[in-house]
């Protein structure tokens, strides 16, 4: 089990396929799978023990991923818009290794004591080797690590988790089927390619046979016009991307060859999906939802899910638009108390996950998996009576006020409900009597007018007095990351160290 | 032999290679077009020839299972022999397609 044998699996069942880039000139699967051969040899001819990806999504890496795995060394995509300090931190772990990056970001790698080359140069490169017959396939043992991701770290210091071969490809070979996709389908990825979905999309499409674009960048007009004129049929983005879509003006927002689109990676606001499955009803959309340690996905709310939860009169099959449907077959999910006993459905508790797909390690910190193999995900939910699962935020951001926990999603949930919010999050902020105290900050809808004491009476109608925010903040955004993950500690700094402007 | 998932198995007749995905934890006898297979670690130029009455065939890609035996094999490099496990070929299971979330 290694994921180079996808990669000849697609040459031998469609090599002759653009399995990247445009209909004319991307990269068939064959094409592809030389290139990789290639860059393995001079990833060997080098001696790295990695090879350090710090650019944005293009051509160069999925030759990079499968290169590195011929070579029989893992590969590590980096966020390529870290800071210098953080870069060098991260790269002190990785002495010896082959990097690629973007010129303005070389002078960081050589300050590592790294060699770099521009992705365009190293796809050349392989090309030349590919040309001479020169490659190399030297596939490492099942448990030997594919690739190393760095957690986003929104409440933590960030930890390398290492995926290893069997993971990413058991995976795999547990939610697709080999070359299930038609020629005339093609897969938008707007995911950086330091982000774990980035790395299984790579996997699956090319598994399935479907054509992968990419976008380096991403705004609402450049998506659109990318996704009409590559004949996009599967795209995926994170939430906050199809916010701006969908707030976007003056757009023309018609996608008539888009079949699915998939998002994750933080949650999703109600009205933002509801709105996009109005303006688009033939789409198909798909929520999933998963952890950098669990090779991706471990729950799907699929397009039939998201159409019954619109049209249903029932309030707990709506309820379930803001779920993350139900567990893929092959994981098996817990939600258990603080003690770590298993809970029954309905009562909300730590989410708990078990899986061949599941990675058993990070890098220097050991194993986050308990002794009957469950990961800990350190995100708060429950389960409704049919198995639903409903992800309701991190522990780490729960709000202890005096003798009561709170998660803040409930309250966010009501918040981005008010038709003047666009977007929101709730924080506990250290208070002297209670030990937290619930604040929040929004973000208006565009052109809107909040007053912070009638949202707050708003809350209070719909929740307990003690769950509505004591101060609510109006900020022109919320700090997220580049994968739109809000930054919770930058909030309460924000909150907490800002003079309090006095209301007139 | 015990089968392990993620072990790959290679035919000693032709070029038919399996990876499994299912095993039962017993040990199962693996044959292709009659012969047996081995782990692909092991596994030379095929040397025996396949009996010519259990040519089925293999396709890339598909799984072959059997419930019972709680088997499932998935095709990695097709060749002409039938898969059988324990005396009973393995047939094409039916895709069950994910909603595609990546």
Redesign the interface.
């Known amino acids: 089990m290694n994921v180079t044998i996808l990669l000849d699996m697609a040459a031998d069942g469609f090599g002759d396929r653009i399995v990247a880039g445009s209909r004319d000139g991307g990269l068939t699967a064959s094409r592809l799978r030389a290139l990789a051969t290639g860059a393995a040899r001079r990833i060997r001819e080098s001696g790295a023990e990695a090879v350090v990806h710090l650019a944005a999504n293009g051509p160069a890496f999925p030759v990079a991923m499968f290169a590195a795995a011929f070579a029989g060394v893992p590969l590590v995509p980096v966020n390529y818009r870290l800071g210098d300090e953080q870069l060098g931190r991260l790269l002190a772990g990785h002495p010896n290794a082959f990097g690629i990056a973007e010129e303005d970001r070389h002078d960081a790698l050589k300050g590592a004591g790294l060699p770099a080359r521009t992705p365009e140069e190293f796809v050349r490169d392989a090309g030349e080797a590919a040309d001479h017959g020169e490659e190399e396939d030297v596939r490492s043992e099942p448990d030997a690590t594919a690739v190393l991701i760095y957690t986003s770290g929104t409440t933590s210091e960030p930890k390398g988790v290492l995926l290893r071969h069997h993971n990413l490809v058991s995976y795999v070979l547990g939610t697709v089927e080999f070359a299930s996709a038609g020629e005339d389908e093609a897969a938008l990825m707007s995911v950086p390619p330091y982000h774990i979905a980035a790395v299984s999309n790579v996997l699956t499409n090319l598994y399935a046979g479907r054509r992968c674009v990419t976008l380096p960048s991403f705004t609402p007009h450049a998506w659109l016009e990318l996704v009409r004129k590559e004949g996009v049929t599967n795209a995926m983005v994170v939430p906050t991307m199809l916010a701006r879509i969908m707030d976007a003006p003056d757009l023309d927002r018609s996608v008539p060859g888009l079949r699915s689109l998939a998002y994750g990676g933080a949650r999703m606001p109600p009205r933002v999906i509801e709105r996009a499955l109005r303006e688009w009803p033939h789409v198909d959309f798909v929520n999933a939802y998963g952890l950098t340690e669990t090779s991706s996905t471990i729950a799907v709310l699929g397009p039939d899910d998201h159409r019954a939860a619109l049209a249903s009169g029932d309030p707990r099959v709506r309820a379930r638009i803001g779920s993350a449907g139900r567990p893929v077959p092959a994981v098996e999910l817990e939600i258990r108390d603080e003690g770590g006993r298993p809970l029954p459905p309905g009562e909300r508790g730590r989410i708990w996950v078990r899986g061949e797909q599941v990675a058993g390690e990070y890098a220097g910190h050991g194993s986050p998996v308990d002794e009957r193999g469950f990961l800990d995900t350190r995100d708060q939910g429950r389960l409704d009576d049919e198995g639903y699962l409903f992800v309701e935020g991190r522990v780490d951001d729960t709000i202890i006020r005096g003798a009561e926990n709170i998660a803040p999603a409930e309250i966010e949930d009501v918040l981005l409900r008010h038709p003047g919010v666009a977007d929101a999050a709730v924080v506990g902020v250290p208070d002297e009597e209670w030990g937290q105290r619930v604040e929040a900050v929004v973000v208006p809808a565009s052109g809107g007018d909040l007053d912070p004491e009638e949202l707050r009476g708003y809350v209070r109608e719909r929740l307990r007095g003690s769950k509505t925010p004591d101060r609510i903040a109006c900020w022109p955004e919320l700090p997220r990351t580049a994968t739109g993950k809000v930054v919770k500690r930058d909030i309460v700094t924000g909150l907490t160290s800002a003079p309090v402007v006095p209301r007139g | 032999m015990r089968l392990r998932?993620?072990?790959?198995v290679a035919s000693t007749v032709d070029g038919t290679r399996m990876?499994v995905?299912r095993a039962p934890a017993a040990e199962v006898e693996l044959r292709c077009g009659g012969a047996p297979m081995v782990d692909a670690g092991q596994a030379a130029a095929p040397t025996a020839t396949a009996d010519p009455a259990l040519r089925d065939g293999t396709r890339?890609?598909?799984r072959y299972a059997d419930e019972d035996l709680g088997i499932e094999l998935?095709c990695?490099?097709p060749g002409d022999g039938t898969v059988e496990a324990n005396g009973v070929a393995l047939r094409i299971k039916a895709?069950k397609?994910?909603?595609?979330?990546?």
């Open positions: 998932p993620g072990q790959q990876i995905v890339l890609g598909k998935l990695t490099k895709a397609p994910l909603p595609a979330s990546d």
